[in-house]
Structures are given as structure tokens and as C-alpha cells.
């Protein structure tokens, strides 16, 4: 909704505004929880196997969190 306003960044919905950056602090939170997964995927292990779910989860939490929002792949 912000980006198809074509509005400038000092009239946005403040509400608008507050609600995607707690979306994309969520998933920034997500991406530092596989960042910090990453040395198990050096070690093919069972390991190596929650950390690749981990990341499929943090971008499938993506998608539905755009979906919601109305956008699509």
C-alpha cells in the first residue's frame, strides 16, 4: 500500500509504516536465527538438515507475510 501511493516517504500512513517494519524486523529476526545455523551447514549431519528447514521456513514466513499483504510472486 505504502509503494503504490507514489507518495513521498513524510506522507505515508504512519500505521502502514509501523506494521512493515515489525514484518520485516520478524523476518529479520528469522534470517539471523539460519545465519547463526550456518556452520552446521559445513558438516553433513542431521544438523545440516534442521538448519536447511530453518531456512525454508524463514522465506516460506516471507512469501505468506507478502501474500497477506496482497503481493504475489
Known amino acids: 500500500t505504502l509503494f503504490n501511493q507514489n507518495a513521498v516517504p513524510a506522507t505515508w500512513n504512519q500505521i502502514q509504516v509501523t506494521q512493515l517494519l515489525s514484518g520485516l524486523n520478524q523476518q529479520l529476526e528469522q534470517g539471523e536465527k539460519c545465519r547463526r545455523q550456518d556452520v552446521e551447514w559445513e558438516q553433513p549431519s ?26 504475489h510472486h
Open 46 to 71: 542431521l544438523g545440516s538438515e534442521n538448519a536447511k528447514l530453518a531456512l525454508k521456513s524463514y522465506f516460506q514466513g516471507i512469501n505468506q507475510y507478502l501474500q497477506r499483504k496482497g503481493y
